[in-house]
């Protein structure tokens, strides 16, 4: 079971230029997530998709565009990469439909923006 | 708005000490409670959970109680191993079907032998 694979998990971009993280996920899961992790911020949601064909912007949105591309797949995209962009990205999934559910997270994307 | 608020890192102990990492939340009706661990280099993974008031989670000898008149989910483990040295992070989500995780800033541990 490959659960939630994310590429690439290793960037390096020049400011003003754009990318797209791609999240896959093959446990037939409802719910996914973007989320940044920054030193001695924790974890903040930049996106997140409930269902298949539906997205809402979490805590730090700006700057990010997402797609819901299928149910197994949720891409984020940079349009115009800043420093402030340097973080590592964690996509998560989760079945959905319940509070009680555990998240499966990727291994993460390092980024770093010059 | 719905809030965690984790114990400042790191911590660092020695192997077989008792580990207590403080949580508290702000929320609205009735949360459920987590606690992810992450490993260097590694996602995160759930390791244990509450979803309601003086539930007990467990897993991997870490312990921690939903406590709704102190608003809290401490994490507590007896005797710790330098293999628990991890980032630890407190989350909770609220009451609503598909709402996100809200994670605290989270607390890293360093056990050394």
């Known amino acids: 079971n490959a659960g939630v694979t994310q590429t690439p998990k290793f960037q390096v971009l020049k400011t003003g230029q754009s990318m797209t993280l791609q999240c896959a996920q093959d446990m037939n899961h409802n719910s996914m997530y973007w989320y940044r992790q920054d030193p001695g911020m924790g974890l903040r949601l930049i996106y997140y998709s409930a269902s298949e064909g539906t997205t809402d912007k979490g805590e730090v949105p700006n700057g990010y565009n997402v797609s819901r591309l299928n149910k197994r797949e949720f891409s984020l995209r940079l349009e115009s990469a800043a420093p402030s962009q340097t973080s590592v990205y964690f996509c998560?999934?989760?079945?959905?439909?319940?509070?009680?559910?555990?998240?499966?997270f990727g291994s993460g994307t390092q980024l770093s923006v010059l | 708005g719905n809030s965690v608020t984790q114990m400042e890192g790191p911590v660092t102990l020695s192997e077989e000490a008792f580990l207590t990492i403080n949580c508290t939340y702000t929320?609205?009706?009735?949360?459920?409670l987590f606690w992810y661990v992450q490993y260097p280099g590694e996602g995160l993974q759930l390791l244990l959970k509450a979803t309601k008031a003086d539930d007990k989670g467990s897993n991997k000898g870490f312990e921690a109680t939903y406590r709704k008149e102190t608003t809290s989910f401490h994490l507590e483990k007896g005797s710790v191993q330098v293999s628990d040295s991890a980032v630890y992070f407190c989350?909770?989500?609220?009451?609503?079907?598909?709402?996100?995780?809200?994670f605290g800033k989270g607390t890293t541990l360093s056990v050394s032998s």
């Open positions: 929320a609205t009706g009735y949360p459920s």
């Open positions: 989350a909770l989500t609220a009451n609503q079907a598909g709402t996100a995780l809200i």
């Open positions: 998560a999934s989760t079945l959905g439909g319940g509070r009680r559910e555990k998240l499966f």
